[in-house]
């Protein structure tokens, strides 16, 4: 994961990015925690995206069949074990780490470059295959929205782009959207109070966690805030990872790390149902596969599958 993340804009230092305020805890409650969420930063890879195992507590057409499951972790081996630091020059750095003998993954190669004539990180991931494999996968950026007044700030993405929510509630009784949406433009998305709203404008209204998707978004989303004088933006190739998970994460977790002080937005490119994992992505039979959205990618042996992204910071 990346931490610590300091952005030079006119003179100014900004932090746009997240870092989890439980970083420095220590204590049996915090060393029972995932190593996901003892660590949780600013951006990392996942790779497979999701959950492991296979819900079957959803509406019937999410439901997936059977399909092997290689991931014990949540968001894949690489967001819970250490990586390697191969190479850290003044610009760059390179990462690897090597994944078990019993997944169909080799190893992942990740490199980070800074630009040195605008305030921007661009970003590659490489997955190498023992054998040809497919599953879901993502990055995960994710922004602060702390100290921001509900609606104060906007997401950019493309007009025509499209939401879907989770397919049930997140946090009992927290989500801001109704369950199960599909395919609905951003400005009239249903609320759980029976409005709608435009799903551009954040932090959403009172304590909630939610979870999104949106497509064709054209591989550009950012996220306007004033609080920081600044945009900050996520761009990737639409044509391998055609959706975006938005996680929105507003003080809806009132129970230990969280205690209901996360005030944060994922911006994850993904090709994933969600974060259902592998079984689910796997499928040709949900929502999102039948619309023909890709929900995983195809890795074989003797190609690896690269993808670049990078996030820039703007003055606003």
Same mark, same amino acid.
């Given at each position: 994961?990346?931490?610590?993340?300091?952005?030079?804009?006119?003179?100014?230092?900004?932090?746009?990015?997240?870092?989890?305020?439980?970083?420095?805890?220590?204590?049996?409650?915090?060393?029972?925690?995932?190593?996901?969420?003892?660590? %949780?930063?600013?951006?990392?890879?996942? *790779?497979?995206?999701?959950?492991?195992?296979?819900?079957?507590?959803?509406?019937?057409?999410?439901? +997936?069949?059977?399909?092997?499951?290689?991931?014990?972790?949540?968001?894949?081996?690489?967001?819970?074990?250490?990586?390697?630091?191969?190479? =850290?020059?003044?610009?760059?750095?390179?990462?690897?780490?090597?994944?078990?003998?019993?997944?169909?993954?080799?190893?992942?190669?990740?490199?980070? =470059?800074?630009?040195?004539?605008?305030?921007?990180?661009?970003?590659?991931?490489? *997955?190498?295959?023992?054998?040809?494999?497919?599953?879901?996968?993502?990055?995960?950026?994710?922004?602060?929205?702390?100290?921001?007044?509900?609606?104060?700030? #906007?997401?950019?993405?493309?007009?025509?782009?499209?939401?879907? +929510?989770?397919?049930?509630?997140?946090?009992?009784?927290?989500?801001?959207?109704?369950?199960? %949406?599909?395919?609905?433009?951003?400005?009239?998305?249903?609320?759980?109070?029976?409005?709608? *709203?435009?799903?551009?404008?954040?932090?959403?209204?009172?304590?909630?966690?939610?979870?999104?998707?949106?497509?064709?978004?054209?591989?550009?989303?950012?996220?306007?805030? /004033? *609080?920081?004088?600044?945009?900050?933006?996520? +761009?990737?190739?639409?044509?391998?990872? /055609?959706?975006?998970?938005?996680?929105? +994460?507003?003080?809806?977790?009132?129970?230990?790390?969280?205690?209901?002080?996360?005030?944060?937005?994922?911006?994850?490119?993904?090709?994933?149902?969600?974060?259902?994992?592998?079984?689910?992505?796997?499928?040709?039979?949900?929502?999102?596969? #039948?619309?023909?959205?890709?929900?995983?990618?195809?890795?074989?042996?003797?190609?690896?599958?690269?993808?670049?992204?990078?996030?820039?910071?703007?003055?606003?």
């Amino acid at each position: 994961m990346l931490h610590d993340c300091v952005f030079r804009l006119d003179g100014r230092a900004v932090r746009p990015l997240y870092d989890a305020p439980w970083r420095g805890d220590s204590g049996p409650d915090h060393d029972a925690l995932p190593r996901i969420i003892q660590g %949780l930063g600013s951006e990392w890879p996942c *790779v497979p995206f999701g959950r492991p195992g296979l819900d079957m507590a959803l509406p019937a057409d999410w439901v +997936s069949g059977e399909a092997a499951n290689w991931s014990d972790w949540a968001h894949g081996f690489c967001s819970n074990n250490d990586w390697r630091l191969e190479r =850290r020059g003044d610009d760059a750095l390179r990462a690897v780490i090597d994944y078990p003998d019993s997944t169909p993954i080799l190893r992942l190669e990740r490199e980070v =470059r800074l630009l040195a004539d605008r305030p921007w990180l661009a970003l590659s991931l490489t *997955v190498h295959a023992r054998r040809e494999a497919r599953f879901p996968l993502g990055l995960h950026p994710v922004l602060s929205m702390e100290g921001a007044a509900p609606g104060t700030l #906007r997401l950019e993405m493309r007009e025509t782009a499209r939401v879907w +929510s989770f397919p049930v509630d997140v946090e009992p009784g927290r989500n801001r959207y109704l369950p199960d %949406l599909r395919d609905c433009p951003l400005d009239r998305v249903p609320t759980t109070d029976g409005g709608r *709203v435009d799903v551009r404008s954040m932090p959403p209204e009172g304590q909630t966690e939610d979870l999104l998707m949106l497509t064709a978004t054209g591989g550009r989303v950012g996220l306007e805030n /004033p *609080v920081q004088g600044c945009v900050t933006t996520v +761009s990737w190739d639409e044509g391998q990872l /055609p959706a975006c998970a938005l996680w929105v +994460s507003n003080g809806g977790r009132d129970y230990y790390p969280w205690n209901g002080r996360v005030a944060a937005l994922g911006i994850e490119p993904v090709a994933s149902a969600f974060d259902l994992g592998i079984a689910h992505s796997l499928s040709d039979a949900t929502p999102l596969a #039948r619309q023909g959205i890709a929900t995983h990618v195809t890795v074989h042996a003797d190609r690896p599958f690269t993808v670049g992204y990078g996030i820039t910071v703007d003055r606003l």
